[in-house]
């Protein structure tokens, strides 16, 4: 590893104490096509495990397209690169949600990202450290289709949750994710688990034919299997939700996708989690500026 990129492990460690597994468990979640439900769900099962005892935030790497403030009915006046530009600490830009979640908006995007300097690098790892410690779960909503931003915060993520749809495009564009991520050098797919949430299913079963078609490409194109986390039905109440500006576990939480949304929490939250997985913001921030030769 190149000097400058360890010095900024090691700088992280150090801030981040002596047990790895202080930090926030990190999850990314994409989908191949747009439109398929990634905020609802990202809102949703961070609410949900808020609900449950845990510290979430939610990050809007959606950039530019205001994601998340939209389904929240919330406007947060900072983004991520106000820690750098104005000098600003991680706890002043993370504006409070529904629930006691919080949420950060990425800002304008991930190509300025790539063009900071050493010095501000420095600075946004060590605010990034901070949000490891205040938060159990950070969730990163990445925004729609194979733009490099959202393949980024996929291949840095430890732990990925995949949305689909049953729409024959929502399952191809998938096999396109996953294909175009293959074909990134830094991509180890053995490295980080990657699990299929279908959303929109009429039955159970649908969710896992979904799950058993994207699986055999997937073992097939990336050399390892996915894991099935389940399904959130088709509900109308989801879209109301939506045009309400509540998320459904709070609104509708009764609804037959608010209990899917659930059901999703409670497997996320017995699954044993690995020093890995409990990696942090930081580091997969670092990973990036590596990914992007910002760092040695
Ligand atoms: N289980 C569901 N049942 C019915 N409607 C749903 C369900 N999940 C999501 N929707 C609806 O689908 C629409 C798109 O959802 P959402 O905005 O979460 O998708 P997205 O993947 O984040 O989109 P984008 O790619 O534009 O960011 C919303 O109107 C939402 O209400
Ligand atoms: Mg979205």
Redesign the pocket.
Known sequence: MSDQASKLREMAAEEQGASKMENARVLAVT?GK????????SVNLALEMAKRGNRVVVFDA?FG?A?VEV?LGIRPTYNLLDLIHNNMQMSEIITEGPGGIGFISGGSGVSELATLDNASIKLLISELVKLDKMYDIVII?T??GITDSVMEFVMMSPEVLL?VTPEPTSITDSYSLLKVLRRRDSFDASAKSISVVA??TETAAEGQEIFEKINTVATKFLGTSLSYLGQ?????N??M??IEQKPIVLAYPQSA?AKGISDLVGKLLNEPVTEKKKNGLARVFIDFFKAKNRIG
């Open positions: 989908s747009g439109g398929v439900g990634k905020t609802t769900m959606d397209l994601n389904m909503d925004g729609a949305v959303n929109r959130v039905p088709q509900d109308r989801a879209s939700a939506v996708a």
